[in-house]
């Protein structure tokens, strides 16, 4: 019996692991220090281009409901990045560098996007940039306030 039980954990704890992966390498509700991802998130983030080989992540945020490859937000030391996942498997990275920044509006929450808190960025080419880095019922997390240090 307390071996079947056992058994029963280890292919529960297996599926968690492997479905529920954002669980496994970033802190639910709120942004991870870049140090703090494990190999396979940087791995991933590296592998798929992402970021480049030497880039340091300083900040990784995730709404993917099943795992950290079906999106991201990310700040490293030189720009912010987000990236989704299409339907077909595709990837679409969109990246903005600090110096391009313009202004960091007051953080936003808006359930329409996703339930997450985040911030809308005016760049200097007039466009506009979506960062998210926590969950909607999530304080300013600390992340964005990095990144308002960064763009002043």
Same mark, same amino acid.
């Given at each position: 019996?307390?071996?079947? &039980?056992?058994?029963?954990?280890? $292919? !529960?704890?297996?599926?968690?692991?492997?479905?529920?992966?954002?669980?496994?390498?970033?802190?639910?509700?709120?942004?991870?220090?870049?140090?703090?991802?494990?190999?396979?998130?940087?791995? +991933?983030?590296?592998?798929?281009? !992402?970021? =480049?080989?030497? =880039?340091?992540?300083?900040? #990784? @945020?995730?709404?993917?409901?099943?795992?950290?490859?079906?999106?991201?937000?990310?700040?490293? %030391?030189?720009? $912010?990045? *987000?990236? %989704?996942?299409? =339907?077909?498997?595709?990837? /679409?990275?969109?990246?903005? %560098? @600090?110096?391009?920044?313009?202004?960091?509006?007051?953080? +936003?929450?808006?359930? &329409?996007?996703? /339930?997450?808190?985040?911030?809308?960025? %005016?760049?200097?080419?007039?466009?506009? +940039? #979506?960062?998210?880095?926590?969950?909607?019922?999530?304080? =300013?997390?600390? $992340?964005?306030?990095?990144?308002?240090?960064? *763009?002043?």
């Amino acid at each position: 019996m307390a071996c079947g &039980a056992v058994l029963a954990t280890l $292919a !529960i704890g297996t599926w968690l692991g492997v479905v529920v992966v954002g669980s496994e390498h970033v802190s639910l509700g709120e942004a991870t220090r870049g140090g703090d991802l494990l190999a396979g998130t940087r791995r +991933f983030l590296r592998e798929t281009g !992402i970021v =480049e080989p030497d =880039e340091p992540v300083l900040w #990784f @945020y995730s709404r993917g409901l099943f795992a950290v490859r079906e999106n991201g937000n990310l700040l490293t %030391d030189t720009r $912010a990045i *987000v990236y %989704d996942t299409a =339907e077909d498997g595709s990837l /679409d990275v969109r990246s903005v %560098d @600090y110096p391009s920044m313009v202004r960091v509006y007051d953080t +936003f929450r808006d359930p &329409a996007i996703g /339930d997450v808190t985040g911030v809308r960025i %005016d760049v200097g080419d007039g466009s506009q +940039f #979506f960062l998210a880095m926590g969950d909607a019922d999530a304080e =300013e997390p600390e $992340a964005l306030r990095d990144l308002r240090e960064r *763009v002043r």
